[in-house]
C-alpha cells in the first residue's frame, strides 16, 4: 500500500508540473499577442459605458416608484402640520416654563422683587430730564457717602493715636 501511495503523490506533482507549465505557457503567448496593445477599453470608452449604465439603472429605478394618490398626500400633510403645531407649542410652553424659573432664581439671587408689567411700562413714560436729575442726586449721594466715610475713619484714627 504504500507503493501506491507514494505513487499517487508523485502523479499529483506531475499533474500540478504540468498545470503550472501550461498557466505559464498562456501567460507567456498571451503577453506575446497583446505586446502593443492594452486589455483594457480607453478612459472615455469606459466613460462613457458607465454613463449610459447609470441612466439605463436610473430609468429602470424610477419605473419602480410607486407615487401616493391625492388624497394620501393631503392627508400626509395635515398630520404633519398638526404635529409640528403641537409640538411648537409644546416647546413655547417649556421655554416660558424655564424663562420664568430662571427669571424667579435670579430676583432671589438678587433679592429684588418681581415688578409688574405696569410698573414697567410707568417707568418707561417718564421724561429723558429727569435720568439726569436722578443720575445727578445719585452722584451728590455717593459723594456725601464717601465723605462721611473720610470724616469716620479721621476720627478713629485720632481716637486710637490718643489712646
Do not use: N
Not at 458607465?50 to 398630520?79: H, M, N, Q, R, Y
Amino acid at each position: 500500500m504504500a507503493d501506491k501511495e507514494k505513487k499517487a503523490v508523485q502523479d499529483s506533482k506531475v499533474e500540478k508540473a504540468t498545470t503550472d507549465e501550461a498557466k505559464a505557457a498562456e501567460k507567456v503567448a498571451k503577453a506575446a499577442k497583446g505586446a502593443g496593445k492594452s486589455d483594457k477599453p480607453g478612459f472615455l470608452t469606459r466613460a462613457s459605458k458607465g454613463t449610459k449604465k447609470f441612466f439605463k439603472d436610473f430609468k429602470g429605478e424610477c419605473k419602480k416608484i410607486v407615487w401616493p394618490d391625492a388624497k394620501t398626500v393631503l392627508k400626509s400633510t395635515g398630520i404633519v402640520i398638526l404635529v409640528v403645531a403641537i409640538v411648537t407649542i409644546i416647546v413655547l410652553g417649556i421655554d416660558s416654563a424655564l424663562s420664568a424659573g430662571v427669571k424667579g432664581l435670579k430676583g432671589l439671587a438678587t433679592g429684588e422683587t418681581e415688578t409688574t408689567t405696569s410698573a414697567v411700562a410707568d417707568d418707561h413714560d417718564h421724561d429723558h430730564e429727569d435720568e439726569g436729575k436722578e443720575d445727578e442726586k445719585k452722584a451728590e449721594e455717593t459723594t456725601e457717602a464717601k465723605a462721611e466715610e473720610k470724616e469716620t475713619e479721621a476720627e478713629e484714627t485720632t481716637a486710637a493715636k490718643a489712646e
